[in-house]
């Protein structure tokens, strides 16, 4: 008959596990929030199958800056190089957003 002793606690395995349950306590309390009883995810029905209401926000956004990035061009307002590339990401980013709260945000 084997008698099976137990882990030494000063050993790096031991440790190991005393750690990775640690952690998983930590994190435990945050995964608390990821599903809410109030609150449902935003999703539209398109064509019998859910959406995601944020996607539909990114495409009127990159729509409306490129509406503005061209209204931009005829006026010779646009700027060049990098400036450029940010100012477009900022405007997607401010349609985007906009267009989530004006419909979305309750």
């Not at 008959?1 to 031991?14: A, D, G, V």
């Not at 994190?27 to 999703?43: D, I, K, N, R, T």
């Not at 199958?49 to 061209?70: E, N, Q, R």
Request: proline letters at 6%; charged letters at 10%.
């Amino acid at each position: 008959m084997h008698l099976k002793l137990r882990t030494n606690p000063h050993s790096p395995e031991y440790l190991s596990i005393a750690i990775r349950s640690f952690l998983v306590l930590l994190g435990a309390p945050f995964l608390v929030s990821c599903s809410s009883h109030h609150e449902q995810v935003p999703s539209l029905d398109v064509f019998g199958s859910y959406f995601p209401a944020w996607l539909i926000s990114l495409a009127i956004g990159i729509v409306l800056t490129l509406i503005a990035d061209t209204v931009a061009g005829v006026l010779d307002i646009r700027p060049r190089g990098f400036l450029r590339f940010l100012l477009s990401i900022s405007m997607i980013l401010i349609f985007s957003i906009s267009f989530w709260f004006w419909l979305y945000a309750r």
